[in-house]
């Protein structure tokens, strides 16, 4: 029972290189989030997929793309890595309704 | 004024007392409502959903006042694995597609 899965758990990259972090879901759920925390913040939306085909930009999108490759699989990629990109990201899932949202492991990335 | 807000913490309590945390949320067109708990270095992970009518799971006790805009978290007998931080999540909308979490506040339940 994976329930979400992210891909990779610890990356580092330096200034400038691009990277696309990895989410699926086996729970057929519709709707897929990006999250990214970092301390004293909480955690910030980066995008969102409502469902299947659809995507929107959250409360941090800048630097980011997303692709939702199908139901299961939502991808965050970053172009052009900055040292304000170094957090933790976390990928998450939901059904409709009134559902709680399922996280992922997450992905610690550190920019240089 | 952040859109929620919890105690501040840290809560350090020993071993079989009990503990409230408090949340806050500005929007009142949120529908849904969560505390979620986070260990150290670990994804969230839900703990409960709250109801209007006020809900307990075990030693966990949620309350939602919507008039006042406010959430609670009652944890009884606590034991030393119910240290981690504990965020209150709500949505910010009618359709629910955007969850705001709160800060968090830390408990370490001590010996």
């Known amino acids: 029972n994976a329930g979400v899965t992210q891909t990779p758990k610890f990356q580092v990259l330096k200034t400038g290189q691009s990277m696309t972090l990895q989410c699926a879901q086996d729970m057929n759920h519709n709707s897929m989030y990006w999250y990214r925390q970092d301390p004293g913040m909480g955690l910030r939306l980066i995008y969102y997929s409502a469902s299947e085909g659809t995507t929107d930009k959250g409360e941090v999108p800048n630097g980011y793309n997303v692709s939702r490759l199908n139901k299961r699989e939502f991808s965050l990629r970053l172009e052009s890595a900055a040292p304000s990109q170094t957090s933790v990201y976390f990928c998450?899932?939901?059904?409709?309704?009134?559902?709680?949202?399922?996280f992922g492991n997450g992905t610690r990335l550190t920019v240089t | 004024r952040k859109e929620v807000e919890q105690d501040p913490g840290p809560f350090n309590v020993p071993e079989g007392a009990t503990v409230a945390f408090n949340c806050t949320y500005s929007?009142?067109?949120?529908?849904?409502f969560f505390w979620y708990r986070q260990d150290c270095r670990k994804e969230p992970k839900l703990l409960m959903s709250?109801?209007?009518s006020g809900n307990e799971d075990g030693r966990f006790t949620a309350q939602l006042n919507r008039a006042s805009q406010y959430i609670s978290l009652l944890i009884r007998d606590s034991k030393l694995s119910d240290s981690a931080t504990y965020l209150c999540?709500?949505?910010?909308?009618?359709?629910?597609?955007?969850?705001?979490f709160g800060p968090g506040t830390r408990l370490s339940v001590l010996p």
């Open positions: 709250v109801y209007s």
């Open positions: 999540v709500v949505t910010r909308d009618n359709y629910g597609q955007n969850f705001v």
């Open positions: 998450a899932s939901r059904e409709v309704g009134d559902s709680p949202l399922h």
């Open positions: 929007n009142s067109a949120s529908q849904s």
